[in-house]
């Protein structure tokens, strides 16, 4: 029991970090591409050019 537990805790975190990777990357390129979405965000908070 204790060996597939730990199995699990080790799969979930692992997915977890895929996942919050995943998430940076994609909003990163989001960020560096300037697509639609984010020029209208920046420029509503006061951050635009």
Known sequence: ???ETGK????I????RVLVGL???GI???KL???MGTI???N????GQ
């Open 1 to 3: 029991m204790k060996s």
């Open 8 to 11: 699990v805790r080790l799969i």
């Open 13 to 16: 975190t692992w997915f977890l």
């Open 23 to 25: 998430l940076f990357l």
């Open 28 to 30: 990163g390129i989001e």
């Open 33 to 35: 591409t300037g697509t």
């Open 40 to 42: 209208p965000f920046f």
């Open 44 to 47: 509503a908070i006061g951050w």
